[in-house]
């Protein structure tokens, strides 16, 4: 079992290897309910070199016995871009996987900026390194994560369709492994439907339009056969001309106005499975 751990890192860190040179000024947190990690940044991540652009930077997250530098595993990485001369990084939170492999003991947890570089074998070259936590494994587990136990309220059978006007709200509760999520990570996404398989997609602030796509499937929950439907959803990421993301959710419906869901979501880094509870309704 996964639980979340979070690492605040000093303000205005400043790379010291050749290359790229990286300062922080702000807070880089990294967060952990296998199989999904979030990195989070509070700040700017500035490349202060005078001339020229990074190579392309990614940030991993190590397990690692004694202190870092020293082998280890590393259990999630995110590739970033490059950044200009004088350019930054600033205020984001990326979702990536996790992979925690079958450890036992104390580990040192690091956070570390990578750089594509010659320099080594390996291909990449530490340009910050960020020291965490030493944390306890067992199997590949941490001690103390919660699970979540999808409702067991009947099922009934889903509506034959959607209709203008009606609006979902899902709030994600736990990750593929029912591992529970923190209360942060539970930003519900409201998903207002219109007319011609088009629907209004608010997460976080920005609404964004999308298409769908709803049929009644099979399904099971919580062990069991039941009748479920597919709400599957294409949209365009905010901020990107080109970019897409697709949400497919398993819908089950259990009441006259909430349910049960499992959510996939995929787009140009990978794919994150979730699952939660969701409301529905017909606004006036």
């Known amino acids: 079992m996964k639980i979340l751990r979070l690492l605040l890192l000093a303000a205005c860190v400043t790379s010291m290897a050749p290359g790229a040179s990286l300062e922080l000024d702000g807070d880089l947190s990294w967060g952990i309910t296998e199989p999904q990690c979030t990195f989070t940044l509070q700040g700017d991540l500035r490349n202060i070199t005078p001339t020229g652009e990074s190579n392309t930077l990614k940030l991993v997250l190590w397990a690692t016995p004694e202190a870092y530098p020293s082998p280890g595993r590393a259990v999630a990485e995110y590739f970033v871009g490059r950044l200009k ?28 900026v990578r750089e594509e570089t010659t320099e080594n074998d390996s291909g990449w070259a530490d340009r910050l390194i960020l020291p965490g936590p030493v944390m306890n494994l067992t199997h590949g587990d941490f001690t103390d994560q919660r699970k979540w136990q999808p409702r067991e309220r009947k099922v009934s059978a889903p509506p034959k369709d959607l209709v203008d006007g009606q609006e979902f709200v899902f709030t994600p509760k736990a990750t593929l492994l029912l591992n529970l999520l923190p209360v942060e990570g539970r930003i519900p996404t409201r998903v207002r439907v219109g007319v011609r398989n088009r629907v209004r997609v608010t997460f976080d602030g920005l609404t964004d339009p999308a298409t769908y796509t709803y049929g009644k499937k099979p399904g099971s929950l919580n062990d069991e056969v039941a009748p479920s439907a597919r709400f599957k959803l294409d949209q365009k990421i905010s901020g990107s001309d080109s970019d897409t993301t697709g949400s497919d959710y398993i819908l089950y419906f259990q009441g006259k106005a909430s349910g049960t869901y499992k959510s996939t979501q995929q787009d140009t880094y990978g794919k994150i499975v979730t699952w939660g509870t969701f409301t529905f309704a017909k606004q006036p």
Do not use: E, Q, V, Y
């Not at 001369?85 to 003991?105: E, V, W």
């Open 85 to 112: 001369a004088g350019a930054a990084f600033s205020d984001f939170k990326i979702r990536t996987r996790a992979i925690i492999p079958d450890l036992t003991g104390d580990f040192h947890f690091t956070l570390t």
